[in-house]
């Protein structure tokens, strides 16, 4: 809290004057991320906060006693003797567009992670209960497949339906690429399944999967077309993008890894 924060400045400021020191540096361990609030304060106040590896904090505590004893009551202590010594990093704390840029890699890393464990998870599904859905699609998560599994996921849904009703439900969801060919190929591939026998409990969970998975799509191209815009806003930015090997999914990556040993 700003309370918090501003008695420790107090205290900060007393221990200066105290011992008639010009300048201090505050280190602590980046676990969490409350020390990103508290750097911020800090770095207003023009004080330097710099972290240290929590493993190196646990090796230098059993160096500096033998005692069985772990507690954190010894943390500050260590912290100070390594940030004595020159064994901390200071990070970066970015403002204005590299602020932005920072928050919308950070938050499309984390869709993108999600978005490959649900594709994991459908495959894995579909091993499951319709192996043979592999055979009719180069590339199983095309728009008309993702509709297939919505509305007719197992193999006896497909046999139950037939190639008018796969047709039909490309027509509904306005899907021009596949066709009347398409839909008799998956009914083959139905008739012929080796899958596992499955209820409604299968369906709603390729239900379930294959909305989510839908839904991390476009939040990822939402993610792309906002960075694709605020990237704009960086200086030479163009030069940038010229190197060969530098994509635009990397541009967030120099504001997420500022990091000085």
Known sequence: SLLSFLTFLRWTEELMNKTEMRKVIVGCEPTGCYWLTFQKFLQEHEIQLVTVNPFTVNRSKELDDNSPEKSDLKDPKTIALLVKDGRYSTSYLPSGVYAEIREASVCRDQIMKQHVRLSNQIQGWLQKFFPEYFECYASWDSTSGLMLLKEAP?????L????????Q???????????????????????????????????????ILVNDYILKAEQLKRLDEYLEEKIKEVPNVE???????????????????????
């Open 154 to 158: 197992l193999p006896q849904d497909i």
């Open 160 to 167: 139950k339906i037939g190639a008018g009703g796969i047709n």
């Open 169 to 207: 439900i490309w027509r509904d969801a306005k899907v021009r690429a596949a066709g009347i060919k398409r839909a008799q190929t998956l009914v083959e591939a139905a008739q012929n399944s080796v899958g596992l026998e499955a209820g409604e409990a299968a369906r709603l969970e390729i239900w």
């Open 239 to 261: 030069k940038l993008l010229a190197i060969k090997g530098v994509a635009d999914e990397n541009y967030g990556e120099p504001c997420m890894n500022q990091h000085v040993h």
